[in-house]
């Protein structure tokens, strides 16, 4: 049996971060994973020829490095290792099949030149210099803790800022899909046909609520921290967190699944993992979803006709990642369905599911989709490599159904209400044990905030504590010579 402050289940992003803020603050620390190797939805692997090194799952970091796990653990990342790669110019573009293309560039007024109307241009500024003037406000309640006091002081910034008007625009936003957000607020399809897209990436449609908040949000991130990538891969992410768990002498165990937590006096004391007793003095962090504390969540859906293709070249960036004068693609599709019932297109057999028939058919109509924009594509495929949505919940049991976001991200599954309408908090009902990752407030990416949030509280509470302690002593201590 090992006792030790803190255990923590999962080691994605969110239990890595919570792990090492932990252990900062002195903390004993285990870590627990049931993969052979740490990390989560972050791996770099050799998938199709020698030489090349391919982004398995996760592979751009500005969440990280925009929030405040980065602003606690990044310099001490940076000396164990961690190097990013990114860029002042061109950064993202949207291309449709009529040929229309809109680019984004790091610089706003570079991006805004390319817009049609002046209109435009002048509300899509104004946009980023409003939510530039609430950003505290606006980051400090998607860092927060919802049901608990602290977002008052938050919502009085954005009242402080811009009044009941100002306060009651945001809460549209929110309320608002990014697609009605884009027409409501622009004359052409600029905005709308960059941006809507990036909402895949939040768990979002363009048509889904929040997206009214998102668009903007995801304009100023990649305008202010561009799309870094881990220079030799997203594994170097891992291997800098490796060393700096290490020199923290956090214990990570790998190959060692959790069968329950253990409940003792209605408080969690610990977890039986692989048929061994980890006992934690102080709390339990589970980054899991709620499937594996509360329920179950579903998705499904048809095979899209025209997919949604995210292209990724981080080769450009991060040379290192290819062999010299080669080139790789990164392509991720986020509309695909675990257990598809049907072809939009009604060309493909979905009856048994993702056969090696399917996987094939459907990576040639993606392809074919790519080559509508680069003819020559087919000519220059050396090697292809594609994981599935079965592929993915068996690597990671978080990945419900496929689903690497920890479940919907509509409103009624977000903020107050996430992960559940009744569990709306990272503490849960049973004293001692924490909820993390992306299945909590505020959701997924890879930014690390729910463990920095979680953490940050247990150190605080702990502070209180020992406060509380010693003041108590002393109290006890003047009494009695009094009472001399």
């Not at 809507?196 to 668009?215: E, F, N, Q």
Request: aromatic residues 6%; contains cysteine.
């Amino acid at each position: 049996m090992t006792e030790v402050d803190a255990v923590v289940i999962g080691s994605g992003v969110n239990g890595l971060v919570a792990a090492a803020e932990l252990a900062c603050a002195g903390w004993s620390v285990v870590l627990v994973e049931r993969n052979p190797d740490i990390g989560g939805f972050i791996a770099t692997e050799q998938r199709t020829l020698p030489g090349y090194l391919h982004d398995t799952y996760s592979s751009w970091h500005p969440l990280f490095v925009s929030g405040p796990a980065f602003a606690s653990l990044g310099e001490l990342l940076r000396r164990h290792g961690l190097e990013y790669r990114n860029t002042d110019a061109w950064v993202t573009a949207s291309v449709a099949d009529d040929g229309r293309v809109t680019l984004a560039h790091r610089d706003p007024e570079r991006t805004v030149a390319g817009f049609a109307h002046e209109t435009d241009r002048i509300a899509y500024l104004a946009a980023l210099s409003r939510l530039n003037d609430n950003i505290e406000s606006i980051g400090g309640l998607m860092a927060s803790e919802l049901r608990s006091p602290a977002p008052f002081r938050h919502l009085a910034g954005l009242f402080r800022n811009g009044g009941r008007a100002g306060v009651e625009q945001w809460l549209r936003s929110v309320a608002s899909s990014g697609r009605g957000y884009a027409r409501t607020e622009f004359r052409g399809s600029e905005v709308d046909h960059l941006f809507a897209p990036w909402l895949l990436h939040a768990g979002l449609s363009p048509d889904h609520a929040t997206g009214g908040l998102m668009v903007p949000l995801l304009a100023a991130t990649l305008h202010g921290f561009g799309l870094p990538v881990v220079a030799g891969g997203s594994g170097c992410f891992l291997d800098a967190f490796r060393s700096l768990l290490g020199s923290l002498n956090v214990r990570v165990e790998t190959s060692t699944p959790v069968e329950r937590v253990l409940v003792e006096r209605g408080r969690a004391v610990g977890v039986v993992a692989a048929g061994r007793v980890l006992r934690a003095r102080r709390a339990v962090l589970a980054s899991v979803t709620p499937t594996a504390l509360y329920g179950s969540l579903l998705q499904a859906g048809l095979l899209p006709r025209r997919p949604s293709v995210v292209v990724g070249q981080q080769y450009v960036l991060d040379p290192s990642r290819v062999p010299t004068g080669a080139a790789a693609l990164w392509l991720q599709l986020q509309e695909v369905p675990f257990s598809p019932r049907g072809d939009a297109a009604d060309e493909l057999d979905t009856t048994q599911g993702w056969t090696p028939e399917l996987v094939q058919g459907y990576t040639d109509r993606v392809l074919q989709r790519l080559a509508q924009q680069a003819p020559d594509l087919h000519d220059r495929i050396l090697a292809v490599d594609v994981v599935t949505p079965p592929q993915l919940a068996r690597y990671n049991p978080n990945s419900v159904e496929g689903d690497p976001y920890g479940g919907s991200l509509e409103l009624e599954q977000s903020f107050l209400w996430r992960p559940l309408p009744s569990s709306g908090r990272h503490a849960t009902t049973v004293p001692g044990l924490w909820h993390i990752g992306a299945s909590t407030h505020p959701g997924p990416g890879l930014g690390g905030s729910s463990g920095h949030m979680v953490a940050t509280a247990l150190i605080k509470q702990s502070r209180r504590t020992r406060r509380f302690g010693l003041s108590t002593t002393r109290q006890g201590s003047g009494r009695g010579r009094r009472g001399k």
